[in-house]
């Protein structure tokens, strides 16, 4: 049956069954509206025996409660980047102006592309790959943001494993990071005040040879880095950090096994947690002397700032990260909703509430980098630094030098350790749900598939834990997610647009099924306005591209080849599947 185009419509292919009632019984008509195709919109309706239209499928998996699903996106969205890049990035790029570039690109770009990958989740009601049905000749990167996140797992669970043996060591009445009579403390280091601070988080004092007591019992007391001589000689995994990395494992199983059931209810502390640690650190923190001239510093306000690219480059960046879109977690968390959840309100919701906490861990942050500034009398910008070395060895000092400090330093770890530990909970949960619903055959033994994974992640991650473990992790740290992950967003928002069809938004601020032409929607689209920014960012990284280091360790050229090998493994599912596709289905280009 053909009809005239209507005034107003999506133009998407939709099945819609509807119940049909007479003498004989109750029926059910499938609906099929098929794309438009020269103006005019094709229908087809099939009388089906609802015995077949229901055999063999089983009924999907949903949260439990609304507030389940959202504390769950809202906790894999507020991670430890939230703590250490964001509110340096703000000091460094012109305070409070750094805000204006930051809110023009979650506007623009952030917050439509959060909410295209909980929409397209919430639809098909599958996992990253699964969802590609809609165009199947993209469904490689479905399984490029499977890749990532497997990947990110590898390093991301050691950070959550470091928090650990941080917290266990603070279970003492004088933390081990004040004083260099230590048995890992070597001749170097000295208790006096600071002179400067190098971008991997070492504390020089006096001359470039001293270290701080922090410093040391991170790098000598924790990591063993001193018995390392690169990359090329890690040694065996320290038996400390591997009780740590084990209980991670077990935690991460145990919260996932059962699907969003458990991990559902585990988040109602591991997302919630943050604040009340974040509240009162800010509580404490200003009260400090000092703490409001680095509170001034991390607001001052520099316009002048906003004339130089970078600033602009590290504001689209941080968007891209910080919420956590291009891993395929949105749109597993998303896959069990509803179908009629109103997915554009949790969208407007869970990205306010990521963004406001990066704000908000500023204060924090900057409070007491101002009372160390002051208590060693050097500028904010010798203290101010991102990264792990601000919440293992800056801030673990600063916690060092108050009443109670124990206290203080179990209630800081323990924020660390809720924040890492469902942000990792999210990039499992996109792997396991991205495969089990590509896989059939994986859903009825899921207990068993996420042991592999868990168990896959563990073995893997050993290497970070081993006398030059960080020197993996760094590597890790720089090609697992990097390009890749940038890469991966971009082709996300071109086959929805360019290729499935355009996607419409109901907001005041987004027009929804408003006639547009298709060529103009592609370029002015907010989603669109992100594939074109994201293929700017993408572009840039590979130009900027700097070859990782840590501290004065240089990365030799077969490390660095390691590196971009695993970056070009997840992107090259996207080709190798477009070709897998073109070589097995019949029909032209367009078909």
């Not at 968007?319 to 949105?330: E, M």
Request: hydrophobic share 45%; net charge neutral.
């Amino acid at each position: 049956m053909i009809k005239p185009r209507p005034p107003v419509g999506q133009m998407s292919s939709v099945v819609a069954p509807a119940k049909e009632s007479n003498a004989m019984g109750t029926k059910e008509v499938e609906l099929i509206l098929v794309k438009e195709q020269n103006g005019v919109q094709f229908t087809n309706s099939v009388l089906v025996n609802p015995s077949q239209t229901n055999a063999g499928i089983e009924e999907r998996e949903t949260w439990s409660k609304k507030i389940d699903f959202l504390l769950s996106v809202i906790g894999f969205a507020v991670d430890l980047a939230n703590v250490w890049r964001f509110p340096y990035l703000c000091y460094k790029n012109g305070g409070g102006a750094f805000l204006v570039p930051y809110l023009f690109f979650m506007i623009i770009a952030g917050m439509p592309l959060f909410y295209m990958e909980l929409a397209i989740g919430q639809f098909n009601r599958e996992g990253a790959a699964g969802v590609w049905k809609i165009c199947p000749i993209f469904k490689g990167v479905g399984f490029t943001v499977i890749l990532i996140s497997l990947y990110v797992g590898f390093f991301y669970n050691v950070i959550i494993a470091w928090a650990i043996h941080y917290l266990f060591s603070s279970f003492t009445s004088e933390l081990p990071w004040i004083h260099c009579n230590n048995s890992w403390n070597s001749p170097n280091c000295s208790e006096t005040r600071y002179d400067n601070v190098n971008d991997s988080g070492f504390s020089y004092i006096n001359d470039r040879y001293k270290v701080t007591p922090a410093a040391e019992y991170f790098e000598r007391g924790v990591l063993h880095l001193h018995e390392s001589a690169g990359i090329h000689d890690l040694g065996l995994p320290r038996w400390k950090l591997t009780s740590c990395l084990m209980v991670v494992i077990v935690f991460l199983y145990f919260s996932l096994w059962k699907g969003v059931k458990t991990s559902g209810k585990v988040v109602w502390i591991t997302a919630t947690m943050p604040y009340v640690v974040l509240t009162a650190l800010l509580l404490r923190g200003i009260t400090l002397p000092g703490a409001m001239d680095g509170i001034k510093a991390y607001l001052s306000v520099d316009f002048l700032q906003l004339c130089e690219s970078s600033v602009w480059i590290d504001a689209a960046t941080q968007i891209c990260f910080s919420l956590g879109v291009g891993f395929g977690v949105l749109i597993a968390f998303s896959s069990y909703n509803k179908f009629t959840n109103n997915c554009y309100r949790d969208a407007i919701i869970t990205t306010s509430v990521n963004s406001l906490t990066s704000f908000f861990s500023g204060f924090v942050i900057f409070s007491f980098l101002g009372y160390m500034a002051q208590k060693h009398n050097v500028p904010i910008s010798d203290v101010a630094k991102d990264g792990p070395g601000l919440i293992f060895i800056i801030y673990p000092e600063a916690i060092a030098t108050l009443p109670l400090s124990s206290v203080w330093a179990v209630i800081f770890f323990i924020m660390l350790l809720t924040l890492g530990i469902d942000s990792a909970m999210g990039g499992m949960e996109s792997v396991i749900t991205g495969l089990i619903d590509e896989f059939k055959f994986l859903r009825r033994h899921r207990e068993l598939f996420t042991l592999v994974i868990v168990l896959c992640t563990f073995f893997i991650s050993l290497s970070c834990v081993t006398n030059g473990g960080i020197y993996v992790f760094t590597l890790l740290d720089h090609f697992a997610a990097g390009t890749s992950i940038l890469f991966g967003v971009l082709i996300e928002a071109i086959g929805i647009a360019w290729f499935y069809g355009r996607l419409g938004w109901y907001s005041p601020l987004y027009s929804r099924n408003i006639p547009q032409d298709l060529l103009f929607w592609r370029w002015s689209d907010p989603v669109i306005c992100h594939h074109n920014l994201d293929f700017f960012v993408v572009v840039v990284s590979i130009v900027n591209y700097r070859s990782p280091k840590y501290g004065n360790y240089t990365f030799p050229e077969w490390a660095n080849v390691i590196g971009w090998l695993l970056a070009v493994s997840s992107m090259a599912a996207v080709p190798i599947y477009a070709i897998y596709k073109f070589c097995t289905l019949s029909g032209s280009f367009r078909e």
